[in-house]
């Protein structure tokens, strides 16, 4: 049973940092991209970060560049997502996600609040 579960969420004043992470099992995870995404109230899902399986490559969304930072653990089936310098405007639900040629797996999310 393929499970991705995201963990670190919570509410941080503007400035802060926030950890999250994503526990995968079912899969070989060494295997797949990984990325994050998020999504505001009222607003579409949008890409965050991505490290590629093969070579730990990353991208990130121009809003993010610079304030995050996506690493993954293959030993621990684990991907990360280090958010420094946190906005108000960063405030969504944070998703992980699992994809290769073949399979993509989402998690159920976890709330981020940047608010004073």
């Known amino acids: 049973q393929v499970q991705l579960v995201e963990s670190g969420g919570g509410l941080v004043q503007p400035g802060g940092s926030l950890r999250l992470s994503c526990a995968a099992s079912g899969f070989t995870f060494s295997n797949f991209a990984m990325s994050w995404y998020r999504q505001a109230p009222g607003k579409e899902r949008e890409f965050v970060a991505r490290i590629r399986s093969a070579d730990t490559v990353s991208n990130y969304a121009a809003s993010v560049k610079g304030r995050f930072t996506i690493s993954r653990d293959n030993a621990k089936n684990t991907v990360y997502l280090q958010m420094n310098s946190l906005k108000p405007e960063d405030t969504a639900v944070y998703y992980c996600?699992?994809?290769?040629?073949?399979?993509?797996?989402w998690g159920q999310g976890t709330q981020v609040t940047v608010s004073s």
């Open positions: 996600n699992a994809w290769s040629r073949v399979e993509n797996y």
